[in-house]
């Protein structure tokens, strides 16, 4: 088996993916309930009780939402670094201590011959992360709730085969939006969300001859609008000379509230 994965949701309501290879099944994230998690997993063939973890980008309730109630009732570890740890515990409940894995930031999980890294993004949650996935010499990169792109994001996720990126909100849109102002500033700010211009601005800096797919993911369901966040990016590419086409670095949708296909890496 290729190194394979499905994004089940993607947004502002909630957040969660699967990735696995003939050795291991992580889930990525657990932003919904237990039951709709299941529920999307069971759409894409997955039994959440064989899966063998899952491992938490920060603490954020729309990432973590039906976390505790799957570990619980699945018997799954969970894997996140101390200080995501020590934010989440009052919100997740009680976890066995066998299934509370720490790890520091850039240190490599292994799953047989599936290698995780984490590198560190900009976000206000208490030590959020991005992950990486190797496997078989492909390269796939999960990079959302990003304030900005740092030159240490994007040595940790550029050249990647496959590259899910943050593509959050319209500035216009979220400018005249209902949102007060303070969360406004808070989303447009350094540790907010990547809004489209800045998400294809990074993208041209990312992308490489190997890059062959790009999910836009994380749209806020007020402030964006899929077609939208694909005609930006695809404007700055395109300023830039970069065209994306099928086979070289098609632009993908993500949703809300149903799964991706699965997509194969290899």
């Known amino acids: 088996m290729s190194l394979q994965f499905s994004i089940l949701a993607s947004g502002s309501s909630g957040n969660a993916m699967v990735v696995r290879n003939k050795e291991a099944s992580l889930l990525v994230d657990a932003g919904l309930s237990a039951k709709k998690l299941a529920a999307l997993m069971e759409a894409r063939g997955v039994d959440a009780a064989k899966l063998d973890g899952i491992l938490v980008t920060h603490e954020h309730a729309d990432h973590i939402r039906g976390l505790g109630v799957m570990s619980r009732k699945y018997n799954l570890p969970i894997y996140a670094n101390d200080r995501t740890w020590e934010a989440m ?17 850039g240190d490599r999980l292994d799953f047989g011959m599936l290698q995780v890294e984490s590198y560190a993004i900009s976000h206000d949650a208490a030590e959020p992360v991005g992950y990486v996935f190797h496997y078989e010499g492909c390269k796939l990169s999960l990079a959302t709730d990003l304030g900005y792109v740092s030159p240490k994001v994007k040595e940790a996720i550029s050249d990647s085969d496959v590259l899910i990126l943050e593509s959050n909100h319209d500035v216009d849109m979220l400018r005249v939006g209902r949102y007060p102002w303070n969360i406004k500033r808070r989303i447009l700010s350094d540790t907010g969300h990547l809004s489209n211009e800045a998400a294809g601005e990074a993208l041209c800096e990312l992308a490489s001859d190997r890059t062959r797919r790009v999910y836009l993911a994380h749209l806020s369901r007020d402030h964006n609008l899929m077609d939208l966040a694909r005609l930006t990016v695809n404007n700055v590419l395109q300023e830039r000379g970069i065209t994306p086409k099928p086979n070289r670095m098609e632009l993908m949708d993500t949703y809300y509230d149903r799964p991706t296909q699965w997509d194969a890496l290899g």
């Open 89 to 105: 515990r009052d919100q997740i409940g009680e976890i066995e201590e066998d299934k509370v894995r720490s790890f520091e930031t």
